[in-house]
């Protein structure tokens, strides 16, 4: 089989794909930063849920006063 030449500007195009890998990591801060966000939001969340069950057992243990 005959040898098939390599030219330069082939080696050019994949020296630079791999440069675009520079990139990645600041999506990667901003998922993080994100995280700490989302984590925060179901934090709140889930206080006003356990505050909203505590109100509704409260409501559910109260009686009418006697006559």
Same mark, same amino acid.
């Given at each position: 089989?005959?040898?098939?030449?390599?030219?330069?500007?082939?080696?050019? *195009?994949?020296?630079?794909?791999?440069?675009?890998?520079?990139?990645?990591?600041?999506?990667? *801060?901003?998922?993080?930063?994100? *995280?700490?966000?989302?984590?925060?939001?179901?934090?709140?969340?889930?206080?006003?849920?356990?505050?909203?069950?505590?109100?509704?057992?409260?409501?559910?243990?109260?009686?009418?006063?006697?006559?």
């Amino acid at each position: 089989m005959p040898k098939v030449p390599v030219s330069e500007a082939a080696n050019a *195009d994949l020296n630079g794909a791999s440069a675009g890998f520079g990139n990645v990591s600041r999506v990667r *801060d901003q998922r993080e930063e994100a *995280d700490q966000v989302r984590n925060g939001i179901f934090i709140g969340l889930a206080i006003v849920l356990l505050v909203f069950l505590g109100s509704m057992i409260a409501v559910l243990m109260m009686h009418a006063p006697a006559l």
